[in-house]
């Protein structure tokens, strides 16, 4: 059995610095003033439940806000060839996915009734304006030229996604990689206009069908790390479409078929976005492998 403490405390150590005057603290290094200050519910009287809303949704964009910073250097890796450092940042983004999926749970605790007694509070306000969320989706891929218009409003996101629009997906960088390590990756792909969305190119499916037959080989392939970081971009694929999916769950639970806040039609439109894909020549190749 555990011996008990004295008095159920834990003395402070000596060294503990405890005068935090003209020194760098937790709180201010973080900035918590400012992060703890913004929550501000717009319910009046305020509804319980609505700080539950908002911290689900401001968590989430600061988890986007480090998903963009990985997927930017993981770019930047694979433009300067440097795939093991690009495969650590794509690692961190699948980590910060799991965490994106498994907060749903907390949302899903919002009953309807309870999310019905605020929603009016929300007004237009809504997650498809989120700026930051269609960063990442055209950082992977799903580029698409009109949702700039979403963002007229507000010049600072209109001008981060138009730049993200105008810039090379992770996908984009990753052919130009296998390009230059000698594998024949279709030309059309290579110079393709990139603020356009990436779709299927069947010439580019025995690309990756000799990188996983290679890697199957007894004494291994010869380019490991190309095969490896076509497994990674799958779970990357995987991760945020179950991400999506828990969103239209969660919804559907919350809200039913009842029209979105920002006036799309709900869960409808939340069930074509899981027909859309980054990465589909990565799930092709799986009906063409042999043994």
């Not at 963002?151 to 984009?172: G, K, M, T």
């Not at 990689?177 to 299927?200: C, F, K, M, N």
Request: charged share 25%.
């Amino acid at each position: 059995m555990p011996v008990p403490v004295e008095h159920n405390t834990r003395e402070i150590e000596d060294g503990v610095v405890t005068d935090l005057s003209d020194r760098m603290t937790y709180g201010g290094y973080l900035g918590l003033d400012t992060l703890l200050d913004s929550q501000h519910p717009k319910s009046d009287p305020e509804h319980h439940d609505e700080l539950l809303f908002i911290i689900q949704h401001q968590t989430t964009e600061l988890w986007l806000k480090l998903v963009i910073h990985e997927l930017d250097d993981a770019r930047a890796l694979l433009a300067a060839d440097d795939l093991g450092a690009a495969l650590k940042r794509i690692a961190r983004v699948k980590h910060i996915q799991e965490v994106l999926t498994q907060q749903w749970s907390v949302l899903a605790t919002l009953t309807p009734t309870e999310y019905a007694q605020f929603r009016g509070s929300l007004a237009s306000a809504s997650g498809f304006q989120s700026a930051q969320y269609r960063q990442v989706e055209f950082a992977l891929g799903n580029k698409h030229a009109k949702m700039l218009q979403v963002f007229e409003s507000n010049p600072a996101d209109h001008a981060a996604l138009e730049a993200e629009l105008r810039r090379p997906s992770l996908y984009d960088e990753f052919l130009r990689h296998l390009a230059r390590r000698g594998h024949a990756v279709p030309a059309e792909l290579l110079e393709r206009d990139v603020t356009q969305a990436h779709v299927y190119t069947e010439a580019l499916v025995p690309v990756f069908q000799a990188i996983y037959e290679d890697a199957g080989r007894p004494q291994g392939g010869e380019d490991w790390r190309a095969y490896e970081a076509c497994e990674e971009l799958v779970d990357l694929e995987d991760n945020f479409q179950f991400w999506r999916f828990r969103h239209l769950r969660t919804v559907t639970r919350t809200i039913g078929m009842k029209r979105g806040t920002g006036g799309s039609s709900g869960v409808d439109f939340l069930k074509r976005a899981l027909e859309l894909t980054f990465f589909p020549e990565l799930y092709v190749v799986r009906t063409r492998i042999e043994g």
